[in-house]
């Protein structure tokens, strides 16, 4: 069974690095049907995708936060993570990591989700 | 970048009735549309994949349909556990990839 989990602060101060890992069970990151997400919910902007990761080191960013945010693998601890930089209060929010499902253009397992909150 | 509205906001039902829930995008799609359920203080869950796939586990009374900008989740007959929200999301013309505001589907 795959699973997902998040990890990272929960409290980032304003103008700080939040940086978050998701550690991936019983499936490989290096697997080739599937890409690395990050995903974000709020009560006013509801569910936003962030960022996309392929194995072979390809990413894709959403424009609205493509020039702040990194998204990185870790084939050796099976992982990846996020990087926002410049942190503001709107990027508070439930940060979810998600396996995107090439065949079938969906998020097929998510993890727990992790509350960050910005704020001095 | 292509928006998702889905229709109603809100809806109230009772068990063992059906529901039919709408999500029209701004520009077509083609079939490439997803839909998801979440409950709270859980993360979404896949339930259908290109507009009418049910995905692994999902029960017969989850249909979707729908092609290019309109589409239709249907639970034809709600069980007390599907009250719930549900998002739609698209992966068509991308980045980026988008969601729609939901709809929360209420015991009435």
């Known amino acids: 069974q795959v699973q997902l989990q998040e990890s990272g602060p929960g409290l980032v101060k304003p103008s700080e690095t939040l940086s978050l890992t998701c550690t991936v069970s019983?499936?490989?990151?290096?697997?080739?049907?599937?890409?690395w997400s990050w995903i974000r919910q709020t009560p006013g902007k509801g569910l936003e995708w962030i960022a996309y990761?392929?194995?072979?080191?390809?990413?894709t960013y959403n424009p609205s936060v493509k020039s702040r945010v990194t998204i990185s693998l870790d084939m050796s601890k099976n992982q990846f993570s996020l990087t926002l930089s410049s942190v503001i209060a709107a990027d508070t929010a439930l940060y979810y990591c998600?396996?995107?499902?090439?065949?079938?253009?969906?998020?097929?397992?998510w993890g727990p989700g992790t509350m960050v909150a910005v704020s001095s | 970048e292509i928006v998702l509205t889905q229709s109603p906001a809100t809806l109230s039902l009772s068990p063992g009735e059906r529901a039919t829930l709408s999500c029209r995008a701004s520009?077509?799609?083609?079939?490439?549309l997803a839909w998801y359920q979440q409950k709270p203080g859980q993360a979404p869950r896949l339930l259908i994949y290109?507009?009418?796939n049910r995905a692994t586990g999902i029960p017969a009374r989850f249909s979707g349909s729908g092609s290019g900008t309109d589409f239709t989740l249907t639970i034809s007959s709600l069980e007390p556990e599907d009250f719930a929200v549900y998002y739609c999301?698209?992966?068509?013309?991308?980045?980026?990839?988008?969601f729609g505001q939901g709809t929360r589907l209420d015991f009435k």
């Open positions: 998600a396996r995107g499902n090439l065949a079938l253009r969906a998020f097929d397992v």
């Open positions: 019983g499936a490989s990151v290096s697997g080739g049907s599937y890409y």
């Open positions: 990761l392929y194995y072979t080191g390809s990413t």
């Open positions: 520009q077509s799609v083609s079939s490439f």
């Open positions: 290109d507009a009418s």
């Open positions: 999301q698209q992966r068509t013309n991308w980045p980026p990839i988008t």
